[in-house]
């Protein structure tokens, strides 16, 4: 298994979560975690960054669905979700549910600000 780079947006409560959760899972550090609202160097425009989940695997950019997919194949527990990513329909149809998923985010974000001030 490659090493991955992942960005993610650290202003972002669900964003934190879900980061603070992969962390728990990768074991074997096989992740390095970039905070973009305060990393010095992005590979793209920081506003572009942010927009959208970003990952490199082996050199390579991805984004979106693809991005997610690398990222879990770098977890054993969830490498077998990963790797389906790869055919290209399985990866189409993550990809399709993201963007929909990119719709609903600033509520769901605001729902998960609104929870980390109660607790």
Known sequence: MSRVTVWHDGNCPLCRREIAMMRRLDRRGRIEF???????ACPIDRADLLARFHAMEDGRLLSGAAAFAAMWRAIPVLRPLGLMARKPRVLGLLERSYVRFLK?????????????VRT
């Open 34 to 40: 970039i905070d973009a609202t305060g990393a010095e």
């Open 104 to 116: 609903v985010r600033p509520r769901l974000q605001r729902w998960a600000g609104k929870r980390e």
